[in-house]
């Protein structure tokens, strides 16, 4: 089944084209060139509403998450019948928050870092160009951007911060802990969506130097 005039949401620029599902899997033809996301390789489908109708969201093993908009409610209707008997997935609805809250939950989905308010989304970030992740405070993470060389509009994100309280009512617990938690997690999830395939993979390494004591995960990836 075919859809014409569908959105591909790639960072600043969103390019029409022809959306298909069949059995083997889902594409997206365009002027930019073709998507292909094989049915083994499609985990989840979610749908939600979008500046122009309604969006759809492809969480696969293998990249970022790609979506895809400008689908009728009579589309989401129709893919979600062809999902269950292609794939065996059920689609969900994805909710997003309305609230305006500032605060919420840090939580990571693939490759993507999600805040979440009342367990709505409240905006969703790529990792893939996540530059860097640092404490930058007491209770504080900071997570970097690289510039986004294709974006012509001009503004883009680059920086973003969040205050992380500590753990309340256990004197156990240092402050910056949950703030080193969400740093370690950016990070963590940045460097493991390496493009290159992993050769071998260590978890819990303990590494020691005079006065430190580090728990880290060892990788080593192929040269191709």
Request: with cysteine; charged share 25%; aromatic share 12%.
């Given at each position: ?27 997206h033809k365009s002027a930019a060139g073709i ?37 009728k409610e009579e589309d989401v209707a129709e ?52 530059a860097n992740s640092a404490l930058t405070g ?87």
């Amino acid at each position: 089944m075919s859809y014409q005039n569908i959105l591909h949401h790639k960072k600043s620029v969103s390019t029409p084209g022809t959306f298909k599902i069949t059995p083997q899997g889902i594409g997206h033809k365009s002027a930019a060139g073709i998507l292909e996301y094989p049915a083994k390789t499609i985990q989840t489908i979610q749908y939600s509403t979008g500046a122009r109708g309604f969006d759809i969201k492809i969480i696969t093993n293998t990249e970022v998450a790609p979506r895809f908009g400008n689908f009728k409610e009579e589309d989401v209707a129709e893919i979600t019948t062809l999902a269950q008997r292609h794939y065996g997935i059920k689609m969900e609805q994805r909710e997003f928050s309305m609230r305006g809250w500032n605060w919420g939950d840090v939580e990571f989905e693939g490759r993507s870092i999600m805040f979440q308010i009342h367990k709505k989304t409240a905006f969703e970030i790529p990792l893939a160009g996540l530059a860097n992740s640092a404490l930058t405070g007491k209770n504080e993470v900071s997570l970097e951007w690289g510039a986004d060389e294709e974006n012509k509009r001009g503004d883009e994100l680059v920086e973003m911060r969040f205050f992380v309280p500590g753990a309340e009512g256990d004197e156990d617990i240092e402050d910056d802990q949950g703030a080193a938690a969400v740093s370690y997690e950016a990070e963590y999830h940045r460097r493991l969506w390496v493009t290159k395939p992993r050769v071998l993979q260590y978890w819990r390494m303990v590494l020691q130097s005079p006065h430190i004591r580090y728990c880290a995960v060892v990788v080593w990836y192929s040269r191709c």
